[in-house]
């Protein structure tokens, strides 16, 4: 009988061993690397950590069933884990969702609604449309919130839980329930998902004069950069080029350092934005210059334009190279990396703030305009670009 609980005890031991060394390379970390007053404290660690592998262990060897699939297990200990940091940002991506987050980031092409979606004040909520996109044909609006997809409901459902079953093959159908703000009755819209391409930068003439070069930035990717200064090329070598529109509303975001590049095309020099770490270190990332001239701008923005697109229109508008106009922005200003784990999903972390030039954070605030334009109701005439028009050629004039 001794000897056999002796035999018991010793194997879960050695299973307890061998979980913390299967959780320490699931998680990609090293948790020695912990710090506590600014030195190594492992046995803090292994305090902390106590309780999480005698749960593990536990469920190992007393739940009913045995057949337990313990990766299964340590993703859910882990989305648990970010979810108790109460950042709708910080979150756990498997496989599939990580190879979809880098196909979007550098291809910009995938099969779906068109919509950006995120958490805020605990509930689904779309950050913006897609232009083209089934989503945005549909009457799809920033700051719709999303109760039900397919008769399931969203409340408590993750974000990449949401993903998944909105993506999906072209042709296909899938059916949202929606509440709107200043709307009493839900939206129940079914949408055929399509493939969704999508083109960074779009431009046309505009103007009475044909003189105003519009510039649309849907969002802040690998291709921002290189499609805006063809652009912006194009521009300049047209001499009858006055005035500048650069649309930034409905644009979710994007990489920092995309952000960084298209404010420099239109900020000659000084700082773009500036960094705060966990550490209170401030890192301030200056512009990269441009050789554009230094047109009169103005830039739309909404409630959709967050995060990259609030990068770029505080920055020129602390620094005074134009106006914006519209409606005030999202409000996200922190900023995301993503950490790829052992077996091929990841995490996407929030590491840092972000403040604009004169040090405004603009986190779960937004940014003001300076021109305050509510669009039309009827969605037919675009009030805010029809007036950002009208004040770039009284401006001219």
């Not at 005890?9 to 948790?31: D, E, H, Y």
């Not at 550098?106 to 805020?120: D, E, M, P, T, V």
């Not at 305009?369 to 675009?382: F, H, M, S, W, Y």
Request: proline letters at 3%; charged letters at 25%; glycine letters at 8%.
């Amino acid at each position: 009988m001794v000897k056999n609980l002796i035999k018991i005890k010793r194997n879960k031991i050695i299973t307890l061993i061998s979980i913390f060394v299967l959780v320490s390379v699931i998680s990609g970390f090293v948790f020695f690397n912990i710090r506590a007053n600014g030195k190594t404290n492992e046995e803090e660690l292994f305090n902390n950590l106590e309780p999480f592998f005698e749960v593990l262990n536990l469920i190992r060897f007393e739940y009913v069933e045995k057949d337990i699939d313990l990766d299964e297990v340590v993703q859910g200990a882990i989305k648990g884990m970010l979810k108790a940091l109460d950042d709708p940002y910080t979150r756990y991506m498997d496989p599939q969702a990580l190879k979809r987050e880098q196909e979007d980031m550098f291809l910009g092409r995938f099969g779906g609604l068109g919509i950006i979606i995120s958490i805020k004040d605990d509930q689904l909520t779309i950050i913006s449309p897609i232009e083209d996109t089934p989503a945005y044909r549909a009457g799809i609006k920033a700051g719709d919130k999303m109760v039900e997809i397919d008769g399931k409901s969203t409340e408590g459902m993750e974000l990449d839980e949401a993903v998944n079953i909105l993506r999906g093959e072209k042709g296909t159908e899938v059916s949202i329930v929606i509440k709107r703000e200043n709307v009493e009755e839900v939206l129940k819209i079914t949408i055929i998902r399509d493939i969704i391409e999508v083109k960074a930068v779009k431009n046309e003439i505009m103007g009475k004069n044909n003189n105003l070069g519009y510039i649309r930035v849907t969002t802040f990717n690998a291709n921002t950069e290189p499609e805006l200064e063809e652009v912006l090329n194009e521009f300049k070598n047209n001499n009858d080029i006055q005035g500048i529109i650069l649309d930034l509303r409905n644009n979710p975001g994007g990489l920092l350092d995309s952000a960084i590049d298209v404010a420099s095309k239109f900020i000659k020099e000084g700082a773009v934005v500036h960094i705060k770490n966990r550490d209170g270190i401030v890192a301030s990332m200056e512009s990269r210059g441009n050789k554009y001239p230094e047109w009169p701008l103005f830039v739309l923005v909404n409630e959709g334009s967050a995060s990259a697109s609030e990068i770029v229109a505080g920055a020129i508008q602390d620094s005074g190279r134009g106006k914006l106009l519209g409606e005030r922005t999202f409000g996200k200003g922190v900023v995301q990396q993503v950490f790829n784990l052992y077996n091929g999903s990841g995490i996407a972390i929030t590491t840092s703030e972000y403040f604009t030039p004169s040090e405004r954070s603009i986190n779960h605030i937004g940014i003001e305009p300076d021109i305050l334009v509510e669009p039309t109701e009827d969605g037919e005439q675009d009030m805010q670009l029809n007036k950002a028009i009208q004040y770039l050629e009284e401006e001219l004039n």
